[in-house]
């Protein structure tokens, strides 16, 4: 059977996000705002960690605690005291990931090399780790194997790992540290587990949804059994009757009986009873006695709690509110550890930038930054929580807290918030005035960059490096129909960003791994429809428009050159519309988007939803003969005027909407926060000429576009998200936009030889954000700054609630 969590909580359900959220100073908030709309009120005390905790193992006794951090900067393995609280001992690792495992004399510990493909072997005395010794498992990457999962079998001398790239089993001799057998798996692996008798292995096969069960004396695998989507951590009883398996794309724990080998029940993990994804169960602890069952929800920053004293009878018992995304939970004694992988905020930088009003010859203000610049991708710290096991009373109290945190409620799945006789309607199903939907996406904007330099927003004009004589059309588009100040992505990078883009959800694949590759350290770009484990449960928006029977199509999003690696889109592509290539123009893509458009205007057959993707914003940096980055934003500047003149001047302008924005924005300082990002709102049914101050996302964006459209949300992030009706008019104004002529030239290309061209000459330019972003970042700056001005680094703001507003106030 399938459990439902339908906890009832004391006082009532939270009441929905107030309209103006404002950054503020976390050191004294009792409930801290992301910037995706989500609170934070994090339980027990806490300790600090490294860049993306995935993994804790407790060394048996529980004398020690061993963390991974498998971050995009810094790297580390840590050594921590459990019962005081102290870190004991931190060696810097090149590359890791998620793989950690003890010897049962807590003498030895071992640690996953990542795409090194190897396990690095710590000897462990007087609570300090020594030099390791390197097991290899093959060669460095680009040799696919990535070992992930790793298991100890003492008595045998055996160690066991589980890879995620080559999705084999690795059995090593400790003795002769060789591989004595390679068993190849059929899909990406995560976690690996021994029963107690050292007789069976137990894999969760990430990719293939199933948890399977390896024979160590016979050497094959002796039974499958399917799990629900993305399984990923397995725990059992110490008498190893029993099996958990979370799994992150279903908000499930599936609860096994080895011995019948078959699912006793499945445990719904999330807040309220729903199929939609977003709360990426991915972690799991017993209680010492065993009754109790921790569950590490990491969308819904929380654990839930469950009575399993009774395996297939279990019962919800509530919620401990976490940090942001929880992805290990352990217990020791009455002690609750979670490893919190983005920490507790989004972190301030208030060390920079801070511009000095000088002025250079190009009319431009420099500035300059203290301390170390901060990239968005290394830029949110881990967190340990230690919290003390909760009574019924306080367990209670958490449970409040965990909903007052979330705005997604079963209520706003069903219906949006909105208001009578706007053009977004509030429930799917309800007609909309507006018949024709067009996306672009754009690549890696801050809204400062952009926009900083318009009196009317939120903006520091210091930082502003492409204002309106390099990008007169987004600054107009801005200012004719509605600036939006305060919109967040709800992506870090590009690898994500996409993913939130089209699906309102990055999976725990992709948000677990585009750190490896970002950080150098190896990994593929398998996040736009390329590798079917980074998929979300139920597809992108172009599958929901699909099901609902709606007419869709792409240009450049997902596809390139009418080629794409999704079943749902093809037959649904331009042809002639190139994916990402810096190479080609933005006015060029909109030339192609423009004869494709008149022939289907001509036969009365264009879509009810486009995608479109204009992504020369995100440059070649200062690569020698590429396209210097001003022209290359002014490219896309002019790009987009462009698509909007020509719609604006259709016969089907009166029933159209443009929602405009970036995928992320990642390569830039913002001084709000580094999620900020440009979004714009073009319609007849814009409240021309307004400024709207109203916290929106990407997910709010996606939600808008479904209730226009009549599809429902995706994710429980789309379905909690502020849809942006405050942007509408019932009223249409029909008036067309003109296109603003460049005012700087688009064939400028990048002629000096300077250390900025040499570090571009090593860009991999081939594909989104395979270059270096925070190298792309400051040569970028510095092709606009000049070559000796100092880079400012991105200032992140923490958010409070603030005075609730209305989404007409313009102030």
């Known amino acids: 059977m399938r459990l439902l969590l339908t906890l009832l909580v004391a006082g009532g359900l939270a009441a929905r996000p107030a309209a103006a959220q404002l950054p503020t100073n976390t050191s004294t908030a009792p409930k801290i705002l992301l910037p995706n709309g989500w609170s934070l009120t994090p339980a027990g005390t806490s300790l600090p960690l490294g860049d993306l905790p995935l993994n804790m193992q407790l060394a048996p006794g529980g004398r020690l605690l061993a963390v991974t951090n498998n971050g995009q900067s810094t790297q580390t393995v840590q050594l921590i005291d459990p019962v005081t609280e102290k870190l004991l001992d931190e060696k810097t690792i090149g590359k890791s990931w998620y793989g950690l495992a003890w010897s049962p004399a807590a003498d030895r510990l071992y640690v996953s090399g990542g795409n090194d493909n190897t396990i690095l072997s710590y000897p462990v005395a007087q609570q300090k780790l020594g030099a390791p010794d390197t097991l290899r498992l093959g060669k460095r990457w680009p040799t696919k194997i990535s070992p992930v999962g790793i298991v100890v079998h003492a008595a045998a001398q055996r160690l066991y790992t589980v890879t995620k790239e080559d999705n084999a089993l690795y059995v090593l001799d400790l003795k002769t540290k060789r591989t004595i057998q390679r068993l190849d798996l059929g899909h990406e692996a995560y976690g690996c587990l021994l029963a107690p008798d050292g007789r069976t292995l137990y894999i969760t096969l990430w990719g293939g949804n199933e948890l399977v069960a390896y024979d160590t004396q016979t050497g094959k695998i002796t039974r499958r059994l399917a799990t629900e989507s993305h399984p990923n951590e397995v725990i059992q009883s110490k008498n190893g009757r029993y099996l958990f398996v979370a799994n992150a794309n279903d908000n499930s724990v599936s609860v096994v009986d080895a011995r019948s080998w078959r699912v006793l029940e499945t445990i719904a993990t999330a807040l309220y009873p729903t199929r939609l994804t977003g709360s990426t169960t991915n972690g799991l602890a017993l209680s010492p006695d065993e009754k109790t069952l921790y569950i ?50 989004s972190l301030p930088n208030p060390g920079g930038p801070q511009p000095v009003k000088k002025t250079d010859d190009s009319g431009y203000q420099t500035g300059v930054v203290k301390g170390p610049v901060q990239y968005i991708g290394g830029l949110f710290k881990g967190t340990l929580s230690v919290i003390k096991q909760p009574d019924a009373a306080q367990l209670a109290a958490y449970s409040r807290q965990v909903y007052a945190n979330t705005p997604f409620t079963k209520d706003s799945e069903k219906e949006a918030l909105g208001e009578a006789g706007n053009p977004v309607p509030r429930r799917r199903g309800e007609a909309s005035p507006i018949k024709h939907v067009f996306y672009v996406i754009k690549e890696n904007r801050t809204y400062d960059q952009v ?66 590759s970002y950080g150098g350290r190896g990994g593929s770009y398998d996040y736009e429809g390329t590798r079917q484990i980074a998929y979300p449960r139920d597809g992108f928006i172009w599958d929901y428009c699909q099901r609902a029977g709606l007419s869709y199509r792409t240009y450049g999003e997902f596809a390139e050159n009418g080629k794409t690696p999704l079943k749902s889109l093809r037959g649904h592509v331009c042809p002639k519309a190139p994916g990402f290539d810096m190479d080609v123009k933005d006015v060029e893509r909109v030339r192609i988007w423009a004869q494709d458009f008149d022939s289907l205007l001509a036969r009365g057959a264009v879509p009810q939803f486009n995608t479109i993707r204009l992504s020369n914003d995100h440059t070649s940096g200062q690569r020698l003969g590429k396209i210097s980055p001003t022209a290359a934003v002014a490219d896309n500047d002019l790009a987009l005027g462009q698509l909007v003149a020509h719609i604006s001047a259709s016969g089907i302008w009166k029933e159209s909407v443009i929602f405009v924005l970036e995928d992320d924005a990642q390569n830039g300082p913002d001084h709000v926060d580094a999620h900020r990002s440009p979004a714009f709102v073009i319609s007849p049914y814009t409240r021309r000429g307004s400024v709207n101050h109203t916290l929106y996302t990407t997910a709010g964006v996606l939600r808008t576009m479904e209730l226009i459209l009549g599809l429902p949300p995706m994710s429980q992030y789309d379905a909690a998200a502020r849809p942006l009706f405050g942007c509408f008019q019932a009223t249409p104004s029909l008036a067309p936009y003109q296109v603003k002529a460049a005012q700087v030239s688009l064939d400028t290309r990048n002629t000096a030889w300077n250390r900025s061209a040499e570090r571009s000459s090593h860009f991999n330019l081939a594909s989104e954000d395979a270059t270096p972003d925070l190298d792309l970042t400051e040569v970028v700056w510095k092709a606009v700054r000049g070559e000796d001005a100092v880079v400012p680094a991105p200032r992140r703001g923490a958010f409070l609630r603030a005075t609730p507003k209305r989404d007409d106030d313009d102030d």
């Open 296 to 345: 590490a929800n990491a969308d819904n920053n929380c654990l839930a709690v469950f009575d399993v004293a009774t395996p297939g009878k279990s019962s919800s018992k509530g919620f401990i509110p976490t940090g942001w995304y929880p992805t290990c939970v352990r217990t020791l004694g009455k002690k609750i550890l979670v490893a919190n992988g983005k920490g507790f905020s």
């Open 451 to 516: 926009l900083g330099d318009m009196p009317q927003g939120n903006g520091d004009s210091t930082l502003c490096i492409f204002p309106a004589r390099v990008t007169p059309n987004h600054h107009a588009l801005a200012r004719e129909f509605v600036l939006l100040d305060n919109f967040y992505v709800n992506a870090e990078v590009s690898a994500d960003g996409h993913n939130w883009s089209m699906a309102a959800y990055a999976t725990d694949y992709v948000e677990k791994t585009w750190p490896i």
